[in-house]
């Protein structure tokens, strides 16, 4: 098969009369295939119900310290949740807290907490003329609708291979005080699935920001979701480099097991420096007086030990890593040939990146669904939902069966065909 770009108009015209009628035949198949968001699929959250035997009416709820989870206290979380966590996120527990089910939640609560209160004695960010954050992109929706709801000005950092634009980064960070900030989710990224390289790291630890309140934002949302056992990424502990560069204080890590175990009855957690952890527990001890402590030991007594979270997570790879290679197999079989569009091969996390043509991404998505395929909306993966190039996608393979998810593969490889054609078609005219 010729590639698109070397067809003539007659071939053209000729392929997409006979894309308009596979795409008619999918529509006429009514179809429900949704592969809008990154949620683990029912297989996945099977794997966790020996949750709900870890503990029963007969448990001994208390800690190995005496406390009993059934009552008030411990701010912080309980010290055998924070040894679990710690190993994995691989960080030490005492610069840990626990939190509740939802690693967003606490983004959203760090960024609130330095608007209105401010960062370690800092000015508070609502009473500055200007804040500004930087979001590398595609990046993830989520966290740009945060600094979107309280009015932040965010500005597109390009993503690459090795991470983030570090040019880019360095020369923002250190010459405008109004940047507070910087999002990152540095292993198997959404939605590229990129990990950010040993490089790319160092230099976050060594930034040298003009604001004595700016703090990376490091969401390592991904930190054990590897689809392979002998090819997996790795990424250097960032508040080990930031302490060794003399930036202490300078990052806010997150993590959760929301896709490990329940997304919905998870456990969340922050790491930071010491420094940072006195400053949000004046916070915290205001807003709570603790988080559900018996959930914190139900994870604890359901895993025992991070080796068993790890093999607990090869079951997870099992069940998603043939969704992931089908998506790959039908983009290289229906699309290589015709040479239009990009997509990334991760190794890990919850998302493919796909680029079409320029000015074509709102078209395939929105073609895609009249034929019964949802999918996340183009133009999401940048801030203010605004794409300046109309071309990324991202696709979520997790969720649908296999059977159903190559079912919407099919029918998205013909929308992005008959989309592509068209538009080159118009060229053609002008």
């Known amino acids: 098969m010729k590639k698109y770009a070397e067809m003539s108009r007659q071939e053209l015209e000729e392929e997409i009369v006979a894309l308009k009628a596979q795409y008619k035949k999918y529509q006429e198949m009514d179809l429900n295939l949704n592969m809008a968001r990154g949620k683990p699929c029912r ?5 966790s119900m020996g949750l709900m035997d870890a503990l029963n009416s007969e448990a001994d709820l208390s800690c190995e310290d005496g406390t009993d989870c059934r009552n008030y206290g411990v701010l912080t979380g309980i010290d055998e949740a924070k040894v679990l966590i710690g190993a994995m996120m691989e960080n030490k527990p005492e610069n840990i807290i626990i939190y509740g089910n939802s690693s967003l939640n606490v983004m959203y609560d760090t960024v609130s907490r330095a608007y209105t209160h401010g960062i370690m004695g800092n000015t508070p960010w609502c009473k500055l003329d200007k804040v500004k954050f930087l979001c590398p992109v595609p990046g993830y929706d989520r966290h740009f609708a945060i600094t979107e709801y309280f009015g932040i000005e965010m500005i597109n950092v390009d993503m690459t291979p090795e991470g983030p634009d570090m040019d880019k980064v360095e020369e923002l960070v250190s010459s405008d005080e109004s940047i507070k900030g910087i999002w990152c989710v540095p292993k198997y990224s959404n939605p590229q699935g990129y990990s950010y390289s040993d490089d790319t790291v160092r230099r976050f630890a060594r930034l040298k920001p003009a604001a004595k309140d700016f703090r990376i934002f490091w969401d390592n949302a991904y930190g054990i979701h590897h689809l392979y056992d002998n090819n997996q990424d790795y990424l250097i502990e960032i508040l080990e480099e930031c302490k060794k560069a003399g930036n202490p204080d300078m990052v806010y890590k997150f993590a959760s097991t929301s896709k490990i175990t329940f997304p919905g009855s998870g456990i969340a957690a922050l790491a930071t420096s010491l420094n940072n952890l006195d400053d949000i527990k004046a916070q915290l001890s205001n807003q709570t007086i603790g988080h559900d402590k ?48 990009d997509w990334t091969k991760p190794n890990g996390g919850y998302f493919i990146s796909f680029d079409a043509p320029e000015g074509c991404a709102k078209a395939i998505v929105d073609r895609a669904k009249k034929a019964g395929v949802t999918m996340t909306n183009a133009g999401a993966t940048y801030p ?18 296999l059977s159903d998810l190559r079912t919407a593969m099919d029918i998205f490889t013909v929308c992005v065909r008959l989309t592509a054609a068209q538009k080159m078609l118009e060229a053609m005219a002008e």
């Open 43 to 47: 297989e996945q959250l099977d794997l």
């Open 294 to 341: 018996v959930n914190q030991l139900r994870h604890v007594r359901f895993f025992g030990n991070i080796e068993n979270m790890k093999a607990h997570m090869r079951k997870h790879a099992d069940i998603i890593r043939p969704k992931f290679e089908a998506v790959l197999e039908i983009l290289d079989r229906d699309l290589t040939p015709c040479g239009i569009g």
């Open 384 to 401: 203010y939902k605004k794409d300046p190039h109309d071309s990324n996608i991202r696709i979520a393979p997790t969720y649908p069966s």
